[in-house]
């Protein structure tokens, strides 16, 4: 059984920081690529930023210098660091594997706003 577990959300000042973390269970972890999605109220989903199994990052271009994505295939983890979150960072964000399937967690709910 394939879970994905997001942890770390909460409510940050703009300007603040968060991390999220993702726990990856029943896949072969170092396999897939992983990303961080979130989708706005009365917004699409929309991908914040990817991370293939080799390593190499991709970001939406919003989040470019503010956040970073990591993983450690031993830990079956993915983080999101995100620093100087803006109000428009409000957001559910989720956890996606992808290989040939696709897998996604629940999400966490981020707000920013002072």
Same mark, same amino acid.
């Not at 999220?20 to 896949?27: D, F, N, P, V």
């Not at 983890?77 to 960072?89: A, F, I, S, W």
């Given at each position: 059984q394939v879970q994905l577990v997001e942890s770390g959300g909460g409510l940050v000042q703009p300007g603040g920081s968060l991390r999220?973390?993702?726990?990856?269970?029943?896949?072969i972890f170092s396999s897939y690529a992983m990303?961080? +999605?979130r #989708?706005?109220?009365g917004k699409q989903?929309?991908?914040?930023?990817s991370i293939t199994s080799g390593?190499?990052?991709n970001y939406a271009d919003s989040v470019k210098g503010r956040f970073t994505i990591s993983r450690d295939n031993a830990k079956k983890?993915? +983080?999101? #660091?995100?620093?100087?979150?803006?109000?428009?960072?409000t957001a559910v964000y989720y956890c996606n594997a992808r290989l040939q399937t696709e897998y996604w967690g629940r999400g966490a709910k981020v707000t920013v706003s002072s």
């Open positions: 999220l973390s993702c726990a990856a269970s029943g896949i990303g961080w +999605y #989708q706005a109220p989903r929309e991908l914040v930023a390593g190499s990052t983890m993915v +983080y999101l #660091q995100m620093n100087n979150l803006k109000p428009d960072g």
